[in-house]
Structures are given as C-alpha cells and as structure tokens.
C-alpha cells in the first residue's frame, strides 16, 4: 500500500530535549515536506526537499532542521524544542503534482 | 504573496443538503489547486485537484470548480452525508513542486 508514515504519532517532551520525528514514504517520491498546523494559522510550510541531498526553507523554518539521506525518508529534527513548536506535523511526499500526507504527529513540548 | 481564504470556517447542515464549500486566492498564477479532507486525529486526505488548464473535476458525489481570473474555487458536495463530517482544506499550489499554501478549512457537520 503506497503510504508516508511518521513515528512517533504522539509525543510529549521538555524544552530543550532534542527529539527526532521520522517520515518514510514508500512511493518513491523524489520530492518531500513538512508542515505544522496551529489552530487559526492552518498548515504551514517548514522544510522541503527536492531529493536525495537536496533541502530547503520553507515558510517557518526557525528552530528545525531536515535531511535527506536516502529519498524514502526525511527526518524532521528539533535540536531545542521550545513550547512555542507544540504543534500537529505532516510530512508529505510528492512525485510532482499529487501530495500524499502522514497521518501527523502530534508534538506537545513542556 | 499567496493567501488563502476559505468562507464559511464551519457549517452545519442536515443530512441530504446539497452545499457549497468556498475557496479564494490571492494570486491567480497557481499551478494547480487542491481539496483536502481532514478527519480528527487524521492526516489529510486528498479529494480532487484541478490543474490550472482545467475548470472542474467531479469525484463521485463531490464537485470541484476553479476560476482563476476571480481567483475562486467551490467544492460542491451533492447530497450530504453525515459520514461527509470533516474539515476541508483548499491549497494552492505555486508551481509543479511548489509549495501548497492552504486556507484555514471548512468544518462541516452534517446532522442525521
């Protein structure tokens, strides 16, 4: 079944506790990104990766980083959360004009 | 830049209504545009696309028009269900790997 999954799906931590969220799509999708959703600000855009070695800002890129060392997965990494980064993250996968959304990770920093 | 704006934010209708879901941007130079469902606790989930060449798509009991020139899209939802009760999204789309710029969604709640 083509998907993207994410891991954790739900995780409450401390400010400044570095944590990973991981995003694997099995489509082989060259192009992938990650969004937040706050309520009354809708989706928004983090990071993006066009493929393999190749990532870019988004909208809200400030106090995350990506990579993307193999073209299935693109881990989204937060070196100090912060309370302001509680948040529901969707990692998305593209081959070009269709995008196909995780099931969302639902991240609450103390 | 783009903006998106979905009106109404929530609606509230009885099973079997037909309704319209509204969607405007700000720029009409989008590559495409996209309708999204979104259940609680759920990822979202793709309904229709329309590429900008393109005026409709039509899925089943859902229809979905684009304008670019007045810089609108509507959903059109044939005969509501209360299984049809989600949250639906419109993003635009800048280019063939750009970006999705979404509005703030539609809560619909269909009544049995």
């Known amino acids: 079944e083509a998907q993207v999954t994410q891991n954790p799906r739900y995780l409450i931590t401390v400010t400044g506790k570095k944590l990973t969220v991981t995003c694997s799509q099995n489509m082989n999708h060259e192009y992938m990104s990650w969004y937040r959703q706050d309520p009354g600000l809708g989706l928004r855009q983090i990071y993006y990766s066009m493929n393999v070695e190749v990532t870019d800002k988004g909208d809200v890129p400030e106090g995350y980083k990506v990579s993307r060392k193999e073209k299935r997965n693109f881990p989204l990494i937060l070196e100090s959360p912060s309370p302001n980064q509680t948040s529901l993250y969707f990692c998305a996968s593209s081959s070009g004009v269709l995008k196909f959304f995780g099931p969302g990770t639902r991240l609450t920093v103390l | 830049k783009q903006e998106v704006t979905q009106i109404p934010a929530a609606l509230s209708v009885p099973e079997g209504e037909n309704l319209v879901l509204n969607c405007s941007f700000t720029?009409?130079?989008?590559?495409?545009l996209q309708w999204f469902r979104q259940d609680p606790g759920k990822g979202l989930t793709s309904l229709l696309l329309?590429?900008?060449?393109?005026r409709e798509q039509t899925s089943g009991r859902l229809n979905a028009s684009l304008d670019k020139s007045s810089g609108r899209s509507t959903l059109y939802i044939a005969a509501s269900q209360p299984g049809d009760s989600a949250t639906y999204l419109c993003a635009a789309q800048g280019g063939s790997q750009g970006n999705l710029i979404f509005g703030k969604g539609t809560k619909l709640s269909v009544k049995p």
């Open positions: 329309i590429q900008s060449s393109q």
């Open positions: 720029d009409s130079a989008i590559y495409n």
